[in-house]
């Protein structure tokens, strides 16, 4: 395998483009990254996207977003993992330039979440659970959560103050972010008294579902050098799995594909948990944050919150997490998240993150979660 390197990004803010189709949003994005690189062309176009079919009635967005965006004729198609469909797009684009298959490919997630809304929004959403077993019986993402996070408050004696700086962080990075959709900031506090959704999960704890497309351009790391000042190599990538119904599970509080994701990823690139600077985790709900920080070995079982709770997840912390407000503040692009964290963290290693600059960042860690870690890819990013 060869080396391969992010030579260009791009996105849109993340809302509500009622004034704009997925196309058009998906172009805009396509465009930025093409101009950040100094390119006008690519090899091949890989997107990300869970839910084109049932939000907005359209399948096939690789040629569709390929034509509109002045690209056709390259190799192109739709990679789907749920929520994780970013990350899985940016790991099949990874692995075409690795393999020397392809040159230059452009990775792109998009989601246009509010093309569908209410009662009709849930049941688009829940083709990514069970469908005989989840799904059918009424069973939400949100609900799954919710037991999940009982569960673990329970089985360790926490209560749901213990998860609030997790969305405190996020709103206070979020809200020097242009490109998020709620940047206000949580007070401590009110966390707890958040309006509830399905308990103990409440407004202030879970990400919205937001509309948004975001690029990366990836090339040999050979070429990667000639083309732009400050390439940014794509040290490890991995993926993992785990049952798709959480009933499945030998253990709800343990995130396997988590796990064995990090663990895959940091055997490539050599490197150990001392090494990383900032982590972009798939922040959907708290509890995955807390769980997430565990599997991936940041933390001991039952003591995630611990890291945000003592302060060490801000950005001049010890482990800063979701540096431009990750889903929570940012918002949710569902099946973009995994290239907006490619984007964000390759800004954060090019010194171009501004105000959210995490300080001589060099390592970053980031990670986009299908399900309730039914799916878990993983990626290193260097300069």
């Given at each position: 395998?060869?080396?391969?390197a992010i030579?260009?990004?791009g996105?849109?803010?993340?809302?509500?483009?009622?004034?704009a189709s997925?196309?058009?949003?998906?172009?805009d994005?396509?465009?930025a990254?093409l101009e950040?690189?100094g390119l006008?062309?690519?090899?091949a176009l890989?997107v990300?996207?869970?839910y084109?079919?049932?939000?907005?009635?359209?399948?096939q967005?690789?040629?569709l977003?390929?034509?509109?965006?002045g690209l056709g004729?390259?190799?192109?198609?739709?990679v789907?993992a749920?929520?994780a469909s970013g990350g899985a797009?940016?790991r099949t684009?990874y692995?075409a330039v690795?393999?020397g298959a392809?040159e230059t490919?452009?990775?792109?997630?998009?989601?246009?979440?509010?093309?569908?809304?209410s009662?009709?929004h849930?049941?688009?959403r829940n083709v990514s659970?069970?469908a005989?077993?989840?799904a059918?019986?009424?069973?939400?993402?949100t609900?799954?959560?919710?037991l999940v996070?009982?569960r673990?408050?329970?089985?360790?004696?926490?209560?749901?103050?213990?998860f609030e700086?997790f969305?405190?962080n996020a709103?206070?990075?979020?809200g020097k972010?242009?490109?998020?959709?709620?940047?206000?900031?949580i007070?401590?506090?009110?966390?707890?008294?958040a309006p509830m959704?399905?308990?103990p999960?409440?407004?202030f704890?879970?990400?919205p579902?937001?509309?948004?497309?975001?690029?990366?351009?990836?090339?040999?790391?050979?070429?990667?050098?000639?083309?732009?000042p400050?390439p940014?190599?794509?040290l490890?990538?991995a993926?993992a799995?785990d049952t798709l119904?959480?009933?499945?599970r030998?253990?709800?509080?343990d995130?396997?594909?988590?796990?064995?994701?990090?663990?895959?990823?940091f055997?490539?690139?050599?490197?150990?948990?001392?090494?990383i600077?900032l982590?972009?985790l798939?922040?959907a709900f708290?509890?995955?944050?807390a769980?997430?920080?565990?599997?991936?070995?940041?933390?001991?079982r039952g003591?995630?919150?611990?890291?945000?709770k003592?302060?060490?997840?801000?950005?001049?912390g010890?482990?800063?997490?979701?540096?431009f407000g990750?889903?929570?503040?940012r918002g949710n692009?569902?099946?973009?998240t995994?290239?907006?964290?490619?984007?964000?963290?390759?800004?954060?290693?090019?010194?171009?993150a501004?105000?959210?600059q995490?300080?001589?960042?060099r390592?970053?860690?980031i990670?986009?979660?299908?399900?309730?870690?039914?799916?878990?890819?993983?990626?290193?990013?260097?300069?």
């Open positions: 395998m060869r080396k391969a030579i260009g990004v996105q849109t803010p993340v809302g509500e483009h009622w004034d997925i196309r058009m949003i998906a172009a994005a396509v465009h990254a950040d690189a006008k062309s690519v090899d890989y990300g996207n869970a084109g079919a049932s939000f907005s009635s359209q399948s967005l690789g040629a977003i390929a034509d509109y965006s004729g390259v190799e192109t198609f739709t789907e749920g929520d797009a940016l684009g692995l690795a393999s392809v490919a452009l990775v792109l997630g998009v989601e246009k979440s509010t093309d569908t809304v009662t009709a849930t049941r688009a659970l069970d005989d077993y989840e059918v019986q009424g069973a939400t993402l609900a799954l959560a919710a996070m009982r673990y408050m329970h089985e360790y004696g926490v209560d749901l103050s213990a700086n969305s405190i709103h206070a990075n979020g972010n242009a490109n998020a959709m709620y940047r206000n900031q007070k401590p506090g009110a966390f707890a008294r959704i399905s308990e999960v409440s407004l704890d879970s990400a579902d937001a509309d948004g497309a975001a690029a990366v351009i990836i090339t040999s790391g050979e070429r990667a050098g000639d083309l732009v400050r940014v190599e794509i490890g990538s993926a799995s119904a959480l009933a499945e030998a253990d709800l509080l995130l396997s594909a988590v796990r064995a994701s990090v663990y895959r990823a055997q490539q690139a050599g490197v150990t948990h001392r090494d600077d982590f972009e798939h922040d708290t509890i995955l944050s769980l997430t920080l565990e599997a991936a070995g940041f933390a001991e003591q995630g919150w611990k890291l945000a003592d302060g060490q997840i801000g950005l001049a010890e482990l800063p997490l979701c540096t990750g889903l929570k503040s692009p569902v099946g973009a995994g290239v907006y964290q490619a984007v964000e963290a390759a800004l954060q290693l090019r010194g171009a501004g105000a959210n995490v300080a001589d960042a390592i970053a860690l990670q986009n979660i299908g399900g309730f870690g039914s799916t878990a890819i993983t990626h290193i990013l260097s300069v």
